[in-house]
């Protein structure tokens, strides 16, 4: 089966990134389909009935959260583009903004027709320099020759694009977090309600989409709904960019359908697990998603299937670990990005993240007790439904995963004070 | 000694307000652009910044002190990020970080001593985990690292003598020294 | 107006209302820390979870809106759960500093933890470190490891006094209050922060290791710095006033009154309770061959109604100047206005200071007037202008001039009051123009007696009596009274309650919680 690049077909192919080279190569004729032949509500008729969903990590159905915006405020609504991409394991969005920015942007500009937004941010995690200077010349050359700015295409509707560079924050990622960053603030995660698409940026009507979720509009444009949604699965439509790292011979990203196999990925595409080593734990979705083990690891990678397994799709970074990775360690390298990420508005995340971190160094240096493990397990209880935001609940379900499958791992630590992988 | 934006830097400022419907919001844009110019936020800047935005000045500590990029006194000449986060860890970023200790003398979050590194090895994912184990300098992202590799990465860093040439300097040094004496 | 159902009862409330608020209208408290009724909501404290029908996890009360048929339990198996996992957050890395820390006794942490808590700590790790005992402004000392990062001082800063010192550096775990360095926490209001912190990170210098809070008792009173009248507690220290050196009053806290200061005091309302401690007249003196010689109440007493006599007879009412004060209580006032205006006929009665200057005054509580009773003052009539008077005893057309309380400090009143003939000063605490003085009465603080005061915008404000007057002080009523009997007037008076039946027509259980406008 021939694998269809929707959003990759020019990764790596450096002429990409010029406009002229965009359009000659069917370049911003979904977004001109949009302007000339359909109206707002139809755009977003289409994109529910392509199944799109979100691809930073919730997988909420896109077209359905543009329809929770009211147009008839009187405020003007504004479109937030989440290019934060911070979750550990993840980084497919760097690929579009490196090789296709004007993919981004024909699908900002198709986005923005239909829910009737005409400024829009892109707020891009101050880390990536070059990709942020590879897209500010993409931005620059729309503006040059009229894809952006008063006159979109030469139609009558105006966009305008600006880059917002953040500056060292995960939580930045958080669509409310993210939206206080941009307002010029701490990037503290909002109370809901109200949602973002009543009441988001600057008290405004606000939506907010990862980038490669904007990057499949255009192909959704031109080649319509149905055509999409039966390249993936049930209730996830297309195809998406699973970023595969980890111990697999080949790490890279790979635009796969909606529902591919996790195997597949891993043994077909990635090579398998490197230095003939064998499968041991596998993250499907990013750090905040439970692990799975081996035995588990045969799921298919859409949300659904995912949430089944227990576990989820996230930012489809896929993590794979060999039989020689400790997995004490790997929970206590995940927890100690979350306790360093961590706000630090709400009670539960703040203190309960850098405590889980503390006893999982202390099991580290040997000074671990057997009470360890059902207070590992009880804390994260406490971590899941109580806090504002969701990295609490995923650093929760993140370690709970470790050291409810790996049990025998910590156990040995605690018994000998000591990893049983290193001397491997 | 006060702080204050360029001429060029104070149009660039402008067009940055002129992207948004509040001033406030042009923070992060702005303490960039200070950044940019003086390499390091200090208190001064905190309170130029301040008061261009109309933001009270504890706010804009707050900004500084939550968010991570912002360098709050001269760091190297280059600077290094090194990554440790899950996929960097798993393909060997631990290596790589002793290796560093090893020989830049200093730890990490520290400057080399001639100012020409500083270096921290970071517990956020830098997104580039197919390069892993990976660091970042200055702007740009180095993947797949052995030790050999970073010495060559650091040794090509633009205006730094390679570290063959550094040998040779102390050896040259050396001799000085025994002839005098 | 939804009804919703809190824990089995019913319980109609405004729309848009939350669900705490419903609670506090039903009187079931549900536990909070960042919740502050004065202050916008931040949700982060996450205590204040509570069961909502229909919702798939808890819900914060403190935002979350009421709707119609809603169905809240406050103290479920889960919801009891969860305020002891986030307790028990906060006292992980909370340092164990109680038997050093002022809170003791009205700590949130601790309360909270006697009555949904008790559980032993499974926390093994370090905790951490970060600034103590940091003085950050002339009231508050600020304490980083207490602090639970409730936020509420944050934001009394940013809405309240409208000065934003205080803010939230670091994130995660690393977070800290703090200042902008070289900044201060001096704005007019800084003392509330304390108040409004459940725990002892914002603690009061004034305050610091005084005296542990269950030993302080507290009575209701109105703060005397100006017209405002703030509702306060006076807080004394009864079983153990061998400890305190000679000062009662331990602390002011603000008392909420909806339609005067809300939460709220100013620092020198509440930091400015000295005048009665500290300063008084403790006796009755009496001026001989030009100083002042220490006298018994019978003696100055017999002199004040002799001479007062002498006059009338003479030279008539027209004799006598009375200056009253605004800084006395209306039941005072009202008796002045008696046994000088209506029993002696006295009409040359005034009230203000002219020399007295307009004070700093804002938009929020703090008012130009420096007096606590001006209005009542207003209200009962002496309307005579004091500097007329204060001309006419110089002048030797006033032969007896009684001042109360002021204190007269311009050299034009010391002119004045140097020539006038014979001059009776009433007060409580030493003046300038006790040294113009032939008698020196001692009078009692509003700490020490029953009353009420009339605030600038006519409400009445009842205030109580906390202790005994000091030392041979007596209160305004009493002296008074025993001024009356000497001069043989028919008197039904005998405490302040007497006198506002009379003065207002009810008993002073019948006024009005929060006051009652004229």
Same mark, same amino acid.
């Given at each position: ?424 | ?16 307000? !002129?992207?948004? %419907? ?33 933001? %009270?000045?504890? /706010? ?40 560093? /200790? ?11 001593? /001639? ?8 517990? /956020? ?32 860093? %633009?205006? !730094? ?15 000085? !020294?025994?002839?005098? !004496? | ?43 982060? =404290? ?37 305020? *002891? ?21 009205? =700590? ?37 490891? *207490? ?156 002199? &004040? ?117 014979? &001059? ?95």
């Amino acid at each position: 089966m021939s694998v269809q690049k929707l959003v990759s077909e020019y990764f790596s192919n450096p002429e990409a990134k010029e406009l002229a080279w965009y359009r000659r190569h069917g370049g911003y004729e979904g977004a001109l389909k949009a302007l000339d032949e359909m109206k707002p509500q139809e755009i977003i008729d289409e994109v529910i009935s392509a199944n799109l969903r979100g691809l930073g990590g919730a997988g909420f159905p896109t077209g359905r959260k543009w329809s929770f915006v009211p147009r008839d405020t009187g405020k003007p609504i504004y479109l937030a583009v989440n290019a934060d991409e911070s979750e550990p394991g993840t980084f497919k969005d760097r690929y579009i903004l490196e090789w296709d920015p004007h993919r981004l942007l024909e699908g900002i500009i198709i986005c923005a027709y239909a829910v009737g937004i005409h400024t829009a941010y892109i707020y891009i995690r101050g880390e990536y320099v070059r990709p942020a200077e590879t897209l500010q010349g993409a931005i620059e050359e729309a503006y040059q020759e009229g894809v952006l700015g008063k006159q979109v295409l030469g139609k009558d509707f105006s966009l305008d694009v600006h880059i917002h560079r953040g500056a060292g924050a995960y939580i930045c990622g958080e669509e409310t977090g993210l939206l206080e960053s941009l307002e010029g603030k701490k990037g503290w995660p909002r109370l809901k309600p109200p949602f973002p698409a009543v009441v988001g940026l600057f008290g405004s009507p606000t939506v907010i989409n990862n980038v490669e979720t904007l990057s499949h509009l255009p192909r959704i444009m031109v080649n319509g709904s149905q055509w999409f949604a039966e390249i993936g699965c049930e209730r996830s439509g297309g195809t998406r960019l699973f970023a595969l790292s980890g111990s697999v011979k080949k790490p890279g990203v790979y635009e796969l359908p909606m529902g591919t196999s996790l195997h597949e990925l891993i043994y077909q595409h990635g090579g398998g697990i490197w230095n003939d080593k064998a499968l041991k734990a596998v993250i499907p979705g990013g750090a905040s998603a439970a692990v799975l083990t081996h035995q588990e690891s045969d799921v298919q990678l859409d949300f659904d299937s995912c949430i089944k397994a227990g576990s989820m799709l996230g930012s489809g970074a896929v993590i794979v670990m060999d039989e020689d990775v400790c997995m004490v360690k790997a929970a206590h390298n995940i927890m100690r990005f979350f306790a360093h990420e961590s706000c630090g508005q709400c009670t539960p995340c703040r203190e309960g993240t850098a405590w889980v971190y503390r006893i999982l160094t202390r099991i580290l240096e040997g000074q671990g007790t057997p009470d360890d493990i059902n207070s590992l397990l009880e804390i994260g209880g406490n971590m899941s439904g109580t806090s504002i935001c969701a990295l609490s609940d995923g650093a929760a379900m993140s370690f709970r995963s470790y050291v409810n499958k790996f049990t025998s791992e910590f156990e040995y630590h605690i018994r000998h004070g000591k990893c049983e992988f290193d001397e491997r | 000694m006060t702080f204050e934006f360029t001429p060029e830097n104070q149009e660039q400022f402008l067009e940055i307000l !002129n992207r948004y %419907p509040r001033k406030r919001a042009a923070m992060l844009p702005t303490l960039h652009l200070a950044h940019q110019q003086q390499g390091f936020i200090t208190p001064e800047v905190e309170q130029y910044v301040g008061r261009i935005l109309e933001v %009270p000045l504890v /706010d804009v500590r707050e900004i500084l002190t939550f968010y991570t990029l912002f360098f709050r006194r001269p760091m190297g000449r280059h600077h290094i990020r090194l990554c440790m986060s899950i996929s960097c860890w798993i393909r060997g970023a631990s290596q790589i970080k002793d290796h560093l /200790d090893r020989t830049m003398g200093v730890p990490s979050g520290e400057i080399t001593p /001639d100012g020409s590194f500083s270096w921290e090895a970071v517990p /956020d994912c830098l997104g580039a985990c197919e390069l892993a184990p990976m660091m970042q300098l200055d702007k740009d992202y180095h993947g797949n690292l052995t030790p050999d590799k970073v010495e060559h990465i650091l040794a090509e860093a %633009p205006g !730094n003598h390679s570290k063959a040439d550094q040998e040779t300097l102390r050896e040259t040094k050396k001799q000085k !020294n025994k002839k005098t !004496n | 107006m939804p009804t919703i159902t809190i824990d089995q009862q019913e319980v109609q409330v405004e729309a848009g209302s939350t669900v705490i608020q419903a609670a506090e209208k039903l009187g079931v408290y549900v536990p909070r820390y960042c919740y502050h009724p004065g202050l916008s909501v931040a949700g982060s =404290c996450r205590m204040c979870l509570v069961e909502i029908e229909k919702m798939p996890k808890l819900a914060i009360s403190c935002h979350t809106q009421v709707q119609e048929g809603m169905q809240v339990r406050t103290n479920s198996d889960q919801v009891t759960q969860a305020r *002891r996992a986030m307790l028990e957050f906060l006292l992980v890395d909370h340092p164990l500093d109680c038997p050093v820390c002022d809170q003791a006794g009205e =700590c949130d942490l601790q309360n909270y933890y006697m009555e949904i808590g008790q559980h032993d700590s499974r926390f093994l790790e370090d905790k951490r470190k970060a600034k103590k005992a940091s003085v950050i402004g002339p009231h508050v000392i600020l304490d980083q490891e *207490r602090c639970i990062l409730c936020t509420r001082c944050t934001r009394f800063c940013e809405e309240i006094s409208q000065t934003d010192e205080l803010g939230v550096f670091n994130r995660g775990n690393r977070s800290v209050i703090d200042l902008f360095p070289g900044q201060l926490l001096d704005n007019p209001y800084s003392g509330n922060v304390i108040d409004i912190c459940p725990v002892g990170a914002l603690t009061e210098r004034e305050f610091r290791f005084q005296c542990r809070v269950w030993y302080l008792r507290q009575q209701d009173s109105i703060c005397t710095g100006c017209s405002r009248g703030c509702n306060v507690s006076i807080h004394h220290n009864p079983s153990r006033p061998y400890k305190a050196g000679g000062k009662r009053v331990q602390r002011l806290k603000p008392r909420f009154n909806p339609e005067v200061n809300r939460w709220w005091i100013c620092d020198e309302g509440r930091f400015g309770y000295q005048f009665i401690d500290q300063n008084r007249i403790e006796q009755p003196f009496r001026r001989v061959s030009g100083e002042l010689e220490a006298a018994g109440w019978d003696a100055v007493l017999e002199e &004040v109604s002799t001479a007062l006599e002498a006059v009338l007879e003479k030279f008539g009412p027209q004799g006598i100047g009375i200056i009253a004060s605004p800084q006395q209580s209306n039941e005072e006032m009202h008796l002045i206005h008696k046994l000088f205006g209506e029993l002696m006929g006295i009409e040359q009665i005034g009230y203000r200071n002219p020399w007295e200057s307009e004070g700093f005054h804002d938009d929020f509580l703090i008012r130009a007037d420096k007096n606590p009773n001006s209005r009542g003052a207003e209200e009962i009539g002496f309307n005579n202008d004091s500097r007329s008077l204060l001309e006419k005893a110089a002048s030797g057309e006033i032969k007896v001039l009684y001042i109360f309380q002021h204190n007269f400090e311009s050299e034009e009143a010391h002119e004045l009051l140097a020539r006038a003939e014979y &001059v009776i000063f009433q007060g409580s605490n030493w003046t300038k123009t006790a040294d113009f003085c032939n008698l020196v009465l001692p009078s009692s603080t509003h700490a020490e007696e029953d009353g009420t005061f009339t605030n600038f915008e006519g409400r009445i404000q009842r205030f109580e009596q906390v202790f005994l007057p000091l030392s041979e002080s007596k209160s305004g009523i009493e002296i008074m009274t025993l001024l009356a009997r000497r001069l043989k007037y028919e008197w039904p008076y005998t405490d302040s309650s007497d006198v506002f039946l009379e003065w207002h027509g009810k008993a002073y259980d019948d006024l009005e919680d929060f006051g009652e406008l004229i």
